[in-house]
């Protein structure tokens, strides 16, 4: 054991942390693994073109023929998902006790899941395809400006609509919590409007806590798990945490960005969606819309590679801007407790790799924050 880690882990948790962090890595190598041999055989067999084939023999229109097309891509990978999904939560979560979820709860989720996704990505898929087939080149700028409509909605009505549909959100009751949270929020000037508490207990023993609603209206979600583990003060540093990334504008960056890159990617997706070879790379024998857009999937892949790696760097750095926060309006020392206990009961790696971090991490690693958190503390006091 690092001597980091003494006053995080236990020697005995620590060797369960490590072990935790091996069969997770190997199971999502194997997974991958999995998942890029299939496609490669499809792509080998030109699987695609024979699925749109297939389907054109019964569906005629073009707009109908590219949902059928991908709603019945979507649903095979998701069925032949599900013996690695299970494995995942029921054997290995289940085995290192972070698993609460029922088999009943595992499939209404995927049930609601489908509904969901039929309904929304079919009607995105829906307007994407008029308007390729409407406007030809130019879809790109009007598609953009739909897709941006959608991604503010989504970020307003998340907590109120999507979330309610998988979780139950109850306001948190009156007690010292609610009161220390509230106090913050008026010291600090914050739009508050509720506190709920959600029952992530219902699937994982994992704990979070997030914000939502964009306007001068801001909800705060905190998990019942997170509740049930930390104190008073340690729950308000985290709050804090949560309120810089507000009033730091993380929030609205975020959403900036992403409606940036899916500008970028749309244009790049413009160059390629009327091209006949694609198509036919992918097993067709003339051009089709909807063949493209899965080889549009593939070629961007290093590009996305890329914009991710850009992401997880604001990212990173977004989160220590927010702990600044938390040091200098709460309490840094608690802060830096809550982290502690929050690292230790999600069994995560103290000690990755600074290049595995730089590509995948989206937060720092937890020694690095509290590194700074105790260089910010030194500082206030
Ligand atoms: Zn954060």
């Known amino acids: 054991m690092p001597a980091e880690a003494a006053g995080i882990y ?9 072990k935790y962090q091996k069969v997770s890595a190997k199971f999502s190598f194997i997974t991958s693994a999995f998942s890029t ?27 109908l023929l590219s949902l059928a097309f991908f709603g019945v891509l979507f649903i095979l990978s998701d069925i032949i998902n599900i ?21 009943k709860t595992f499939f209404l989720d995927k049930l609601k899941g489908y509904l969901l996704g039929a309904l929304i990505g079919g009607l995105i898929l829906g307007v994407l395809m008029y308007l390729v087939g409407a406007l030809q080149n130019s879809f790109w700028l009007i598609f953009w400006a739909v897709i941006t409509l959608f991604m503010v909605v989504m970020n307003m009505f998340y907590t109120t609509l999507i979330l309610p549909l998988f979780n139950k959100l109850s306001p948190l009751e009156e007690g010292t919590l609610r009161t220390a949270i509230e ?21 994982s023993s994992k704990a979070n806590a997030f914000f939502s609603g964009l306007g001068k209206k801001k909800k705060v979600v905190l998990y019942d798990t997170l509740i049930e583990n930390h104190s008073d003060d340690e729950l308000v540093a985290i709050f804090a945490h949560e309120v810089g ?35 036919m790379a992918l097993g067709a024998t003339e051009l ?32 220590f801007e927010a702990d600044r926060f938390a040091v200098t309006t709460a309490n840094g020392n608690k802060l830096a407790e809550a982290l502690k206990k929050l690292s230790a009961d999600n069994l995560s790696n103290l000690t990755p790799h600074p290049a595995y971090v730089f590509m995948n991490y989206s937060h720092p690693p937890l020694l690095k924050r509290l590194a700074a958190i105790k260089v910010e503390v030194a500082k206030v006091s």
């Open 10 to 18: 236990n020697e005995a948790q620590y060797e369960k942390s490590q």
């Open 37 to 63: 041999l299939l496609t490669l055989t499809i792509l080998w067999l030109g699987g695609f073109g024979w699925l749109d084939t297939a389907l054109s023999i019964y569906v005629a229109n073009e707009i």
């Open 83 to 103: 013996p690695f999904q299970l494995y995942s939560t029921f054997v290995i979560e289940e085995k290192f006790g972070f698993n609460k979820t029922t088999i």
């Open 183 to 203: 106090t913050y929020g008026a010291k600090v000037n914050f739009p508050l409007t509720n506190i709920y508490v959600i029952d992530g207990s219902k699937r």
């Open 245 to 279: 990334h507000y009033e730091k504008k993380h929030i609205q960056m975020g959403l900036v960005l992403s409606i940036i890159q899916s500008g970028v990617m749309l244009f790049i997706l413009s160059l390629m969606i009327f091209n006949t070879n694609l198509s």
């Open 288 to 319: 089709k819309i909807h063949l493209n857009l899965i080889a549009f999937g593939f070629l961007y892949t290093p590009v996305s590679m890329v914009t991710g790696l850009f992401m997880n760097l604001i990212s990173r750095k977004n989160e």
